[in-house]
Nanobody
Framework: EVQLQASGGGLVQAGGSLRLSCVAS????????IGWFRQAPGKEREGISC????????YYADSVKGRFTISCDNAKNTVYLQMRSLKPEDTAVYYC????????????????????WGQGTLVTVSS
């Protein structure tokens, strides 16, 4: 079964850190763009970061640039999102997604297309 499993969400105080993980099963990340998206209550899903499994190129939305770091461990078929200096406005359900044969880019984050989506993990940042 093809699946993306996101985990690592939780409740954290403003200024704190969390690391999200996204594990793929049933396929490998080879040739994929993998990204993290988030959706806050009442808002549209927003692409925040992505990485190319081929060359490791990374991209970040302005809202998280300098605070979040995306990385990929191809051996573990896992993508991570290290989140630091969290703010209450980072509160959302975070989803990982993957699409084959597309260029990891800000355009892909905006398009929000994917072959596979994870189930989401909730991040709550208290003030």
């Amino acid at each position: 079964e093809v699946q993306l499993q996101a985990s690592g969400g939780g409740l954290v105080q403003a200024g704190g850190s969390l690391r999200l993980s996204c594990v793929a099963s049933g396929f490998t990340f080879d040739g994929y763009a993998i990204g993290w998206f988030r959706q806050a209550p009442g808002k549209e899903r927003e692409g925040i970061s992505c990485i190319s499994s081929s060359n490791g190129g990374t991209y970040y939305a302005d809202s998280v640039k300098g605070r979040f770091t995306i990385s990929c461990d191809n051996a573990k078929n896992t993508v991570y999102l290290q989140m630091r200096s969290l703010k209450p406005e980072d509160t959302a359900v975070y989803y990982c997604a993957a699409e084959k044969s597309v260029t990891a880019s800000l355009a892909w984050l905006i398009a929000r297309t994917a072959d596979y989506w994870g189930q989401g993990t909730l991040v709550t940042v208290s003030s």
